[in-house]
């Protein structure tokens, strides 16, 4: 019997197939020589862990960064500098800040894995079911 992936192997099937470059290089050149001390890459794989991994909030997910060093590295962070390379809220603020201004590439991604995922399966989404009613169904 074969196990179920694991929660940083799910993450890194994402970070793997992501089409995130355009939206990297142009949060890169807009850092420009700016201060590089949280690199752009690690940060934007730290913000898609939050997602993978369903952090509720921002400071849930940097707690996570600072206990768990395999995810750090996951994400691209120096193993040197240990916590010392999670970012600081304000630093997360500001990059989210930065990315917003980037809807259109993010977009972009969303479509790109859109039109990947019809190639792979044509039929998805060709017959798809909505709960719409206000209560949770229980199994």
């Known amino acids: 019997m074969r196990s179920a992936p694991s929660d940083l192997h799910?993450?890194?099937l994402v970070l793997d197939h992501l089409p995130d470059g355009d939206l990297v290089r142009c949060l890169e050149i807009e850092r420009g020589r700016g201060r590089d001390?949280?690199?752009?890459?690690?940060?934007w794989n730290a913000i898609v862990a939050g997602i993978v991994l369903q952090h509720p909030t921002v400071e849930a997910l940097l707690r996570e960064l600072r206990r768990n060093a395999e995810l750090r590295q996951l994400c691209g962070f120096n193993p040197?500098?240990?916590?010392?390379?999670?970012?600081?809220?304000f630093a997360m603020s500001r990059f989210f800040f930065a990315l917003m201004k980037h809807e259109d590439l993010v977009k972009a991604?969303?479509?790109e894995l859109v039109r990947t995922l019809k190639a792979a399966l044509p039929d998805l989404g060709r017959h798809l079911g909505f709960?719409?009613?206000?209560?949770?169904?229980l199994c």
């Open 109 to 111: 991604m969303f479509d």
């Open 37 to 43: 001390l949280y690199p752009v890459a690690p940060v």
């Open 80 to 89: 040197i500098l240990g916590t010392a390379a999670v970012p600081s809220s």
């Open 131 to 137: 709960d719409g009613k206000a209560i949770p169904s």
């Open 10 to 12: 799910r993450l890194q």
